[in-house]
T-cell receptor, first 113, second 118 residues
């Protein structure tokens, strides 16, 4: 089954404790990205990657890091989480072709206390 | 800068009725794509329908259709014959530079919460 898989689905952590949210896709998509969803703000892009070893900042990159060492994986790293990073996070992937839709992971609900 | 506006925070519709969810957009690009996603209470994002800025026909996918009015910069989603399972949050989104497949992010609106009632 074609899918984008995020782990974990739910995470409660404390301020300052480094964490990684994994994202993996099995569709051989070139493009992958991370979004965060906050009430009243819709989804906002954090980082994106057009291919292996190519990453760039989105609209809200502060406090996050990413890497793209393999085509299928695009982990999101929070080096020192803070309460304002409490949010619902989505990983997405798509082909780089005309009109391609983005496929989203199931979401990761992160709470930083 | 691209922007998506969804002015209806919440909508109610009776089962079997049609409902229109509004979406207006702003972009200076000539080549762009408009997407609608559904987010049920379980949280996942489900792709519904796509309309390219150069497409002459309005997109349709089953009970979903997109009322695309380019001059007015609107891309309203029409759901026909509403079902209880249509109750969800609906997001309109846009991506620029659509023809090359490149472009970058999806810009999302703030969403419309749809509730289908018996």
């Amino acid at each position: 089954e074609a899918q984008v898989t995020q782990n974990p689905r739910y995470l409660i952590t404390v301020t300052g404790k480094k964490l990684t949210v994994t994202c993996s896709q099995n569709m051989n998509h070139e493009y992958m990205s991370w979004y965060r969803q906050d009430p009243g703000l819709g989804l906002r892009q954090i980082y994106y990657s057009m291919n292996v070893e190519v990453t760039d900042k989105g609209d809200v990159p502060e406090g996050y890091k990413v890497s793209r060492k393999e085509k299928r994986n695009f982990p999101l790293i929070l080096e020192s989480p803070s309460p304002n990073q409490t949010s619902l996070y989505f990983c997405a992937s798509r082909r780089i072709v005309q009109g391609s839709e983005a496929f989203f992971g199931q979401g990761t609900r992160l709470t930083v206390v | 800068a691209q922007k998506i506006t969804q002015t209806q925070p919440g909508m109610f519709v009776q089962e079997k009725e049609a409902v229109t969810l509004d979406c207006t957009y702003d972009t200076s690009d000539q080549s762009y794509g408009l997407f609608w996603y559904k987010q049920p209470s379980s949280g996942e994002m489900i792709f519904l329908i796509y309309q390219g800025s150069y497409d002459e026909q309005n997109a349709t996918e089953g009970r979903y259709s997109l009322n695309f009015q380019k001059a007015r910069k609107s891309a309203n989603l029409v759901i026909s014959a509403s079902q209880l399972g249509d109750s969800a949050m609906y997001f309109c989104a846009m991506r620029e530079d659509i023809l090359t497949g490149g472009g970058n992010k999806l810009t999302f609106g703030t969403g419309t919460q749809l509730k289908v009632e018996l």
